[in-house]
């Protein structure tokens, strides 16, 4: 299968909304809202609001919630299709990611990210799985448009046979 060539560029549009001024509008700092909504042509709403630290809504997304999905998601559909080229059958992937947001000495930020993938394997080799994934690191997306260590913790498993 011929590797893809990405070309031309891909745009991508999202319609952020604050639906804070139904509840007063900014009228001081303790207690506007900051419940958001985005929306994304053809797509459910999703609904989100600062950390909770933050004065947010501790049951709705928040944006360092979805910057740290998006770089787990983003590892992940590039790990599952260099699996699929190299004949490795992944039959469960599971990441629990950390990120680390810190002012260290200057604005806040995430510092670091720590992917920590288990991948299961029902046929490939161990080796080539687990070194796969040095390789969807460069290729991810995301990883690629962020200025903070992306790392990556990766256990292969092989499936148990009955």
């Known amino acids: 299968m011929p590797t893809p060539i990405y070309t031309k560029p891909y745009v991508y549009k999202a319609t952020v909304e604050w639906s804070g001024s139904a509840q007063g509008g900014t009228v ?8 958001f909504s ?24 928040n944006p360092e919630d979805l910057l740290l999905a998006a770089l787990a998601t983003s590892h992940m559909l590039s790990y599952l299709a260099k699996c699929s080229r190299a004949d490795i059958h992944v039959v469960s992937y599971r990441d629990e990611a950390v990120a680390t947001m810190s002012a260290d000495g200057g604005p806040m930020r ?20 687990k ?26 498993e092989r499936e148990e046979q009955t």
């Open 38 to 61: 985005v929306a994304i042509d053809g797509k459910p709403v999703l609904m989100g609001s600062a950390d909770k630290p933050f004065r947010g809504d501790p049951a709705l997304h």
């Open 28 to 35: 001081d700092y303790p207690s506007y809202s900051r419940e």
């Open 110 to 129: 995430f510092t670091d990210v720590l992917l920590k993938p288990v991948v299961t394997i029902s046929s490939g080799e161990i080796f080539l799985a």
């Open 131 to 156: 070194r796969l994934h040095v390789g969807a690191r460069e290729e991810c997306f995301i990883a690629n448009s962020v200025n903070f260590p992306v790392r990556n913790e990766a256990t292969v």
